[in-house]
């Protein structure tokens, strides 16, 4: 089975420029959550989506929003990007409702270096 | 609000000694515990949970026990290989919406 699979997994962008991250679950799971790892810190939330519809968002500025596909599949949009926004965007894929006991399976992740 | 604390790194080790990394957490409710494996240039892998107090995550040789009274998650194992040299990360979740990550401690562990 495939695992969460992230595209692109690296990414060059210039200040003030827009990109888009894309990311698609494990088949089955209807639960896509969006992480921003900076260099040296643990992985921050930024939004979970569930059945399409935004069931959290993390402390992170209007410039970010994502969306979740009817396939289930999301994508995580950055505008006016600065340089502090270089980071490992993860994405967590997970069932929707169980993840406590069986917790969040993430993909390898797109490195944006903005500069 | 909730959070994780995990010791500082690195921790450097040579193979086949004993391996702590402590873990304590802050949390309204009961949460759920993890312990995440972060090789170097990729993304999370789960490495071992538990949901209750007193229960014991264990995977590949490593495991850590939910303690309640001293909201704890240690992360052990009796014997490291050079192969388990990666980023180790404690996390929490107390409903639907997210993990919350420590700051990770690095492992080193020389032949």
């Known amino acids: 089975d495939a695992g969460v699979t992230q595209s692109p997994t690296h990414l060059i962008k210039t200040r003030g420029q827009h990109v888009t991250l894309r990311c698609s679950p494990i088949?089955?799971?209807?639960?896509v959550s969006w992480y921003q790892q900076v260099l040296g810190q643990g992985p921050q939330f930024i939004f979970q989506?569930?059945?399409?519809?935004?069931?959290g968002r993390g402390n992170f500025p209007d410039r970010f929003s994502a969306r979740q596909f009817p396939n289930y599949s999301s994508e995580l949009n950055v505008n006016a990007l600065l340089l502090g926004d270089s980071a490992l965007y993860l994405c967590?894929?997970?069932?929707?409702?169980?993840?406590?006991?069986?917790?969040?399976?993430f993909g390898s992740g797109t490195r944006l270096t903005v500069v | 609000g909730d959070s994780v604390t995990q010791m500082e790194g690195p921790v450097t080790l040579s193979e086949e000694a004993f391996l702590t990394i402590n873990c304590t957490y802050t949390?309204?409710?009961?949460?759920?515990l993890f312990w995440y494996v972060q090789y170097p240039g990729e993304g999370l892998q789960l490495l071992l949970k538990?949901?209750?107090?007193?229960d014991k995550g264990s995977n590949k040789g490593f495991e850590a026990t939910y303690r309640k009274e001293t909201t704890s998650f240690h992360l052990e194992k009796g014997s490291v290989q050079v192969s388990d040299s990666a980023v180790y990360f404690c996390?929490?979740?107390?409903?639907?919406?997210?993990?919350?990550f420590g700051t990770g401690t690095r492992l080193l562990v020389s032949p």
């Open positions: 967590a894929s997970s069932l929707g409702g169980r993840e406590r006991m069986h917790g969040y399976t």
């Open positions: 088949s089955g799971h209807k639960s």
């Open positions: 989506y569930y059945e399409k519809e935004e069931r």
């Open positions: 949390a309204t409710g009961y949460p759920s």
């Open positions: 538990a949901t209750k107090a007193d």
């Open positions: 996390a929490l979740s107390t409903g639907f919406q997210k993990l919350v």
